[in-house]
């Protein structure tokens, strides 16, 4: 699973049958460490808004979310986050 941030989200014309109907939002990752962190588009199963922090599944497992395995979607939203804490000191020593 990945931690990311709602940043917008995408309308776009039926080109693939398994998308009709489908939310899809975009998604900035969050903590990667990296200057531009990755931005990617993901289906949302939840409801998500822009602002919240998700957690984002990613190949068969972002398939199985909508309970087929023909659906042409590569991540999927499937958990707002309401909080989230980290051990910061934990974290930088990889534990």
Request: hydrophobic letters at 45%.
């Amino acid at each position: 699973m990945i931690i990311c941030e709602v940043i917008g989200h995408v309308w776009a014309t039926k080109k693939e049958e398994t998308l009709n109907g489908m939310k899809l939002m975009v998604v900035r990752q969050l903590e990667t460490g990296q200057k531009q962190p990755p931005v990617f588009v993901a289906a949302d199963v939840v409801g998500a808004g822009i602002g919240e922090r998700v957690l984002v599944v990613s190949g068969s497992t972002a398939r199985r979310a909508f309970g087929k395995d023909d659906v042409a979607v590569d991540c999927a939203i499937v958990g707002i986050i309401d909080s989230l804490e980290v051990d910061r000191e934990k974290l930088q020593k990889g534990l």
